[in-house]
């Protein structure tokens, strides 16, 4: 029961270009998405999250974009920078009262070649 | 900054045993969460606890598995007879009361190995 799928295990990028992680869904319910980066060793952190009122959140070097219609959602972090490389995974959760649960994709690894 | 700590980082048991898996959350947090990560698969959520008690539960938070805060610090994760399939990165989050759910806070995890 993939809700949410990462397709690609993988991604390597040149240091200073534009590194685009993806997401696809399936559960319409779904109205909050979010981005955690993680690096070993260590649990996932957030990094950026977007409700599904709007189609772009902008935060610094990353942009989350979302496409309702589609059920896609994309990570753009640019420029990459080397301390980017990590696991990469989409959350995503039903906002209502009393839903505290968070539905991850499988992850992206992230290489950023210098 | 404050962070969540779980320990210990990697624990070792025989099936049939029962583990205790320890996490201290954030301080003023309110709500708490165990996700699981089995190896090569995604982070899958087990539980949400609010409140003295459990507020959502996933179909892999079974009879086996039970949830305390026993002293107001720690929280915990208890595995009453460990199955080989146990086996994975066990995360404790947690989120103050005011926060919206992209305000889990996540520790570092404990590896659990089940032989």
């Known amino acids: 029961d993939q809700q949410v799928k990462q397709n690609s295990p993988s991604l390597s990028v040149q240091e200073g270009r534009i590194s685009i992680l993806n997401c696809d869904y399936t559960?319409?319910?779904?109205?909050?998405f979010l981005w955690y980066k993680k690096y070993p060793a260590e649990g996932p952190t957030f990094l950026i999250s977007?409700?599904?009122?709007?189609d772009k959140n902008e935060d610094g070097r990353f942009t989350v974009f979302l496409n309702k219609s589609a059920k896609h959602l994309s990570l753009h972090i640019v420029p990459s920078q080397p301390g980017d490389s990590a696991v990469y995974f989409c959350?995503?959760?039903?906002?209502?009262?009393?839903?505290?649960?968070?539905?991850f994709g499988t992850g992206t690894r992230l290489t950023i070649i210098p | 900054e404050p962070e969540v700590t779980q320990t210990p980082s990697h624990q070792v048991t025989q099936m049939g045993q029962e583990v205790i898996l320890r996490c201290v959350p954030i301080?003023?947090?309110?709500?708490f969460y165990w996700y699981r990560q089995i190896l090569g698969q995604k982070v899958e959520f087990l539980v949400s606890?609010?409140?003295?008690?459990?507020?959502?539960k996933s179909e892999i938070f079974d009879d086996q598995f039970s949830v305390e805060r026993p002293d107001g610090s720690n929280f915990t994760l208890k595995i009453r007879s460990t199955k080989l399939e146990d086996s994975a990165m066990y995360f404790c989050?947690?989120?103050?009361?005011?926060?919206?759910?992209?305000?889990?806070?996540f520790g570092p995890g404990t590896r659990l190995t089940v032989t």
């Open positions: 989050a947690s989120r103050p009361a005011s926060g919206r759910i992209y305000e889990q806070y």
């Open positions: 559960n319409s319910m779904f109205d909050y």
């Open positions: 977007i409700s599904s009122i709007k």
């Open positions: 959350a995503a959760s039903e906002s209502n009262f009393g839903n505290e649960k968070l539905t």
């Open positions: 301080s003023n947090h309110l709500y």
């Open positions: 606890f609010y409140n003295n008690e459990i507020s959502e």
